[in-house]
Nanobody, 115 residues
Framework: QVYLVESGGGSVQAGGSLRLACRTS????????MGWYRQAPGKQRDLVAA???????NYTESVKGRFTISRDNARSTVFLQMNSLKPEDTGDYYC?????????WGRGTQVTVSS
């Protein structure tokens, strides 16, 4: 069984920082590309950042230079460091992985950025 558990969300003022973590189990974590996704109220879930097994990363344009995704293979955990947060970063954040052609998600962690 694949499990993903996100943590680290909260409420911050604009300009603040949060560090999200996603602990996984049930997969060979180190070989998988991991992603962080954001779902703003009333909108679809979109990819924010991803990290491949070799450590290469990619980000959506709006978070480049502010967010950093990283992974700790020994702990089967992926992180998202979010700095200089903006109100438009508000939403539910999910980590996701594709395993055997199926997408798996955690329950998400809520991030609220006030102006």
């Amino acid at each position: 069984q694949v499990y993903l558990v996100e943590s680290g969300g909260g409420s911050v003022q604009a300009g603040g920082s949060l560090r999200l973590a996603c602990r996984t189990s049930g997969i060979n974590f180190k070989i998988h590309r991991m992603g962080w996704y954001r779902q703003a109220p009333g909108k679809q879930r979109d990819l924010v950042a991803a990290i491949s097994a070799d450590g290469s990363t990619n980000y959506t344009e709006s978070v480049k230079g502010r967010f950093t995704i990283s992974r700790d293979n020994a702990r089967s955990t992926v992180f998202l460091q979010m700095n200089s947060l903006k109100p438009e970063d508000t939403g539910d954040y999910y980590c996701g992985v594709t395993w055997k052609s199926r997408d798996y998600w955690g329950r998400g962690t809520q991030v609220t950025v006030s102006s």
